[in-house]
C-alpha cells in the first residue's frame, strides 16, 4: 500500500466510525458534531469523539497533510459534508481545525454561519486564525464565517507578533472567575502547574469576549491585562456560542498524554456551546472520562488479541458473544453518563472493564493455545530435519558405508 492510499484510508476510516451510531444519536442525550480541518487533526478529534459517550458525528478534512491530497478532500467533502442547510442544522457543534477555506465553498460557509447566528450551534476555531501562513489566514477573515467567532483576525494578522520570533510565548494562566463558565476555571492550580511555560499564535478577541485561559508575555500587548495573550476564549454571537484558541489540537495542551485534561477540557467546550450544563465536580467526571478511555483502549487490544489468534485458526466465536455482552453494560454505563447519573454510571463501567479484563485473559489464553500447536509443529520439522542431516552425516562422514575401500597398490621400478 503507498503512504498517500495509507492516509486517505486512515481519514476514511475516521469518518465511517463516527458516522456510524450517528442514527442512534437523536433523542438520546448526544451532541452531534461536525469536525473539519487538517488531516493531521483528524486521529486528536477522532479519539474525542469515539472516547467521551457525549459525542458523535463526522470528521471531513479541509487541508491537505501527508497523504491526503486535494483530490481526496474535495471527494471527501462532497461525499460526507451536509448536503442541504436542514442537514447541517441537525448537528449542534463545528469543530474548525485549522480549516483551508478554499475547499469550503461560499454556500457551505453561509450555511454554517447561519447555522451559529439563528440556529445556536456551537463552534471552536483553533490556531487563531487557522494559520501563521496569511494565504490560509486572510481567507479565513474574509470568509462570512469568521464574523460568527470572537477572534479579530484582520487585527491579529496585523499584529507585529502575529509571527516570526516574538509570537506570545509564557506561562499559562488559567481565569477562575465565577461569573464564567466553569470550563476550565475548577482546574486552574492543575493546568497552571502543568503549563509553566507555553505558546501559540498572537490573539486578539473582539469586544464581549470571555478569556477562559491566557499566556502571560512580556510584550506590549493586550487591553484589560497587559501582556496577557488569550488562550482560549468565547463570545455569544446572536443565538450561538462559539469558542477560538490560540493553539492546534495537537500541540501539548491538547495531547493526553501530556495534559491529562485536554478530554474534559474540550468536552466541556462542547457541550456549553451546544447550551448544555457543564456538571460541578469536573474532577469526578474526570475520573470517568478515565475509565471511559480507559476501557476503549482495553477494547481496541483485546480485538487486536481476538485478531492475532484467528490468524493461527482459533475459534473466537465465543469471544465475541461475550464481548457484545460486555458492550451492552458500556452502553448501558454510557446511558447513565448522559443521564448525569455520575456515581452509577462508574461504577457499572468499573464492572464492565472489570469483566472486560477477565476477557483479555481468556483471549490470551485462547492465543497461546494456538500458538501451542504452531509451536510444536515447528518444534517436529525443525527436530525431524535435524535428524534426517544426522542420520546422512553419520552414514556419510562417520560410518562411511556408502564408500568402498581403496585397495592397496605398490610401486615397483624397473632397473
Given at each position: 500500500?503507498?503512504?498517500?492510499?495509507?492516509?486517505?484510508?486512515?481519514?476514511?476510516?475516521?469518518?465511517?466510525?463516527?458516522?456510524?451510531?450517528?442514527?442512534?444519536?437523536?433523542?438520546?442525550?448526544v451532541i452531534k458534531v461536525i469536525a473539519t480541518g487538517k488531516a493531521q487533526s483528524t486521529p486528536i478529534t477522532k479519539g474525542w469523539i469515539l472516547v467521551e459517550p457525549s459525542l458523535d458525528g463526522i470528521i471531513v478534512p479541509t487541508r491537505e497533510w501527508g497523504g491526503v491530497t486535494s483530490v481526496d478532500i474535495i471527494r471527501l467533502m462532497r461525499i460526507y459534508f451536509p448536503r442541504t442547510f436542514e442537514d447541517l442544522v441537525s448537528y449542534d457543534f463545528l469543530l474548525l481545525t485549522q480549516v483551508d477555506m478554499g475547499f469550503v465553498s461560499p454556500q457551505q460557509a453561509l450555511w454554517m454561519y447561519e447555522a451559529?447566528?439563528?440556529?445556536?450551534?456551537?463552534?471552536?476555531?483553533?490556531?487563531?486564525?487557522?494559520?501563521?501562513?496569511?494565504?490560509?489566514?486572510?481567507?479565513?477573515?474574509?470568509?462570512?464565517?469568521?464574523?460568527?467567532?470572537?477572534?479579530?483576525?484582520?487585527?491579529?494578522?496585523?499584529?507585529?507578533?502575529?509571527?516570526?520570533?516574538?509570537?506570545?510565548?509564557?506561562?499559562?494562566?488559567?481565569?477562575?472567575?465565577?461569573?464564567?463558565?466553569?470550563?476550565?476555571?475548577?482546574?486552574?492550580?492543575?493546568?497552571?502547574?502543568?503549563?509553566?511555560?507555553?505558546?501559540?499564535?498572537?490573539?486578539?478577541?473582539?469586544?464581549?469576549?470571555?478569556?477562559?485561559?491566557?499566556?502571560?508575555?512580556?510584550?506590549?500587548?493586550?487591553?484589560?491585562?497587559?501582556?496577557?495573550?488569550?488562550?482560549?476564549?468565547?463570545?455569544?454571537?446572536?443565538?450561538?456560542?462559539?469558542?477560538?484558541?490560540?493553539?492546534?489540537?495537537?500541540?501539548?495542551?491538547?495531547?493526553?498524554?501530556?495534559?491529562?485534561?485536554?478530554?474534559?477540557?474540550?468536552?466541556?467546550?462542547?457541550?456549553?456551546?451546544?447550551?448544555?450544563?457543564?456538571?460541578?465536580?469536573?474532577?469526578?467526571?474526570?475520573?470517568?472520562?478515565?475509565?471511559?478511555?480507559?476501557?476503549?483502549?482495553?477494547?481496541?487490544?483485546?480485538?487486536?488479541?481476538?485478531?492475532?489468534?484467528?490468524?493461527?485458526?482459533?475459534?473466537?466465536?465465543?469471544?465475541?458473544?461475550?464481548?457484545?455482552?460486555?458492550?451492552?453494560?458500556?452502553?448501558?454505563?454510557?446511558?447513565?453518563?448522559?443521564?448525569?447519573?455520575?456515581?452509577?454510571?462508574?461504577?457499572?463501567?468499573?464492572?464492565?472493564?472489570?469483566?472486560?479484563?477477565?476477557?483479555?485473559?481468556?483471549?490470551?489464553?485462547?492465543?497461546?493455545?494456538?500458538?501451542?500447536?504452531?509451536?510444536?509443529?515447528?518444534?517436529?520439522?525443525?527436530?525431524?530435519?535435524?535428524?534426517?542431516?544426522?542420520?546422512?552425516?553419520?552414514?556419510?562422514?562417520?560410518?562411511?558405508?556408502?564408500?568402498?575401500?581403496?585397495?592397496?597398490?605398490?610401486?615397483?621400478?624397473?632397473?
Amino acid at each position: 500500500m503507498r503512504r498517500g492510499q495509507g492516509h486517505i484510508i486512515l481519514v476514511l476510516l475516521a469518518v465511517i466510525i463516527c458516522s456510524g451510531v450517528s442514527c442512534q444519536a437523536e433523542d438520546s442525550g448526544v451532541i452531534k458534531v461536525i469536525a473539519t480541518g487538517k488531516a493531521q487533526s483528524t486521529p486528536i478529534t477522532k479519539g474525542w469523539i469515539l472516547v467521551e459517550p457525549s459525542l458523535d458525528g463526522i470528521i471531513v478534512p479541509t487541508r491537505e497533510w501527508g497523504g491526503v491530497t486535494s483530490v481526496d478532500i474535495i471527494r471527501l467533502m462532497r461525499i460526507y459534508f451536509p448536503r442541504t442547510f436542514e442537514d447541517l442544522v441537525s448537528y449542534d457543534f463545528l469543530l474548525l481545525t485549522q480549516v483551508d477555506m478554499g475547499f469550503v465553498s461560499p454556500q457551505q460557509a453561509l450555511w454554517m454561519y447561519e447555522a451559529i447566528a439563528e440556529h445556536g450551534l456551537g463552534g471552536i476555531n483553533t490556531r487563531s486564525v487557522m494559520s501563521m501562513n496569511n494565504y490560509l489566514a486572510v481567507p479565513w477573515g474574509e470568509s462570512i464565517l469568521s464574523e460568527a467567532f470572537p477572534n479579530n483576525v484582520m487585527a491579529t494578522v496585523n499584529s507585529p507578533y502575529f509571527s516570526g520570533p516574538n509570537t506570545p510565548a509564557g506561562p499559562l494562566v488559567v481565569n477562575d472567575d465565577e461569573s464564567i463558565a466553569p470550563i476550565v476555571g475548577p482546574l486552574k492550580e492543575q493546568l497552571e502547574y502543568l503549563f509553566p511555560s507555553y505558546g501559540g499564535l498572537m490573539t486578539v478577541p473582539r469586544f464581549g469576549s470571555r478569556v477562559h485561559t491566557w499566556i502571560k508575555t512580556n510584550l506590549p500587548v493586550g487591553d484589560a491585562r497587559p501582556g496577557y495573550v488569550a488562550h482560549l476564549f468565547e463570545w455569544n454571537y446572536q443565538e450561538g456560542i462559539t469558542f477560538t484558541m490560540m493553539d492546534m489540537v495537537y500541540d501539548n495542551f491538547w495531547k493526553t498524554n501530556i495534559n491529562p485534561y485536554a478530554l474534559d477540557i474540550i468536552t466541556n467546550v462542547i457541550w456549553h456551546g451546544s447550551h448544555r450544563e457543564i456538571p460541578e465536580d469536573i474532577l469526578k467526571v474526570h475520573a470517568l472520562r478515565e475509565n471511559f478511555r480507559f476501557y476503549s483502549e482495553q477494547r481496541m487490544a483485546v480485538l487486536s488479541i481476538f485478531d492475532f489468534a484467528e490468524s493461527f485458526g482459533a475459534n473466537t466465536a465465543d469471544l465475541y458473544r461475550s464481548l457484545g455482552n460486555l458492550n451492552a453494560g458500556k452502553a448501558e454505563a454510557d446511558g447513565l453518563y448522559l443521564s448525569g447519573d455520575f456515581d452509577a454510571a462508574y461504577a457499572r463501567l468499573e464492572e464492565a472493564t472489570d469483566s472486560l479484563d477477565a476477557l483479555a485473559d481468556r483471549a490470551v489464553g485462547l492465543k497461546d493455545q494456538a500458538l501451542f500447536w504452531v509451536y510444536v509443529i515447528e518444534w517436529l520439522s525443525v527436530a525431524g530435519t535435524s535428524l534426517v542431516c544426522g542420520v546422512i552425516l553419520w552414514a556419510l562422514m562417520v560410518r562411511r558405508a556408502l564408500f568402498r575401500e581403496a585397495g592397496s597398490t605398490s610401486f615397483k621400478g624397473t632397473d
